[in-house]
């Protein structure tokens, strides 16, 4: 039984698919079935089940794949630290993220983090789902990853750093452009709104914020960030209930209207790890410079 072996292992369990592995790693399908096979003949006991549409772990396989994922997150953390221990300042930094948060949330630090750490490569990536976020953590393939905040998740750590009130973005010739707020219950029961991404735990936190008014918008257009809501909105396709996001004046210039919606409860977002006392050096630099920069903001 190897390191690669429980790595593919581990691997296979969450795509559910031996050659999705194999394309991955650029080996054939042989290759990857190889490495499940050698550890069943370690452990004496089958661990995947073959199904219509790929694999999934039997009960003995769901033991190995915990323990394994545990084992294999905790020896690349270990190997990090001791990387950055040799290095110093060197290294690198991995964060989910898109543009959207990279432009309201982040421009600033990360134009100071490049001047203060020059050696450290800052790594961002696109995830599809905070559920994508929370496995990449715990398998140690992300550092960072900037979220929605929601529910526990075990083997998570999840720190607020800031909360966002929501408005109503529309264009300047709106009707209820001119408000100084509006009330969601009452202006907004009968209007047809540019809904956010049907899955992200945005538009889960509104729903359950309009729930607890008793409040159901109705929608005709959906996007997939916050950023071309605003567009759309500024356009005049329609309008968008949203966060006020950082850099955006309320009530707005130009084109665009920002309208406070001060009913809604706000929206808390901010950092996501596997463990705060376990980041790297240069990673916890980051996530502090960033915070500091928010809290700079809002004072």
């Known amino acids: 039984m190897t390191l690669d072996d429980l790595r593919v292992f581990v691997a296979v369990c969450r795509a559910g698919s031996l050659s999705s592995v194999a394309r991955e790693l650029g080996c054939t399908q042989s290759a990857v079935s190889q490495h499940v096979k050698r550890l069943e003949r370690e452990t004496g006991v089958a661990l995947l089940e073959r199904q219509p549409r790929g694999v999934v772990p039997t009960q003995a396989g769901r033991v190995l794949e915990a323990a394994a994922a545990e084992g294999i997150s905790g020896l690349d953390l270990a190997v990090r630290q001791l990387r950055d221990l ?12 898109g543009a959207t948060t990279v432009r ?3 421009a600033e630090a990360v134009v100071a983090y490049r001047q203060r750490h020059p050696r450290v490569n800052l790594e961002f990536r696109t995830v599809s789902s905070g559920r994508g976020s929370f496995d990449a953590l715990a398998d140690g393939t992300l550092d960072l990853a900037w979220i929605t905040l ?8 999840q720190r607020p750093v800031v909360e966002l009130p929501w408005v109503l973005a529309v264009r300047s010739d709106d009707p209820l452009a001119a408000r100084p707020y509006v009330d969601a219950g009452t202006d907004l029961r009968d209007v047809r709104l540019i809904r956010l991404p049907p899955n992200s735990a945005s538009a889960a936190h509104l729903d359950a914020a309009c729930a607890e008014l008793g409040i159901r918008f109705a929608h005709d257009t959906s996007v997939a960030d ?12 329609g309008r968008a209930v949203l966060p006020a996001l950082p850099g955006l004046p309320v009530p707005g210039e130009g084109e665009l209207r920002l309208i406070p919606l001060p009913e809604l409860r706000p929206l808390p977002v901010g950092w996501a790890v596997r463990r705060w006392d376990s980041l790297s050096p240069p990673a916890r630099a980051f996530a502090d410079l960033v915070e500091s920069h928010r809290r700079a903001t809002r004072a």
């Open 104 to 106: 309201h949330f982040m």
């Open 86 to 97: 040799v290095d110093g300042e060197s290294g690198y930094v991995r964060v989910a993220t």
């Open 150 to 157: 929601g529910p526990q998740v075990r083997g998570i750590e």
């Open 226 to 237: 916050w950023d071309t809501a605003l567009l759309l909105a500024e356009l005049g396709v």
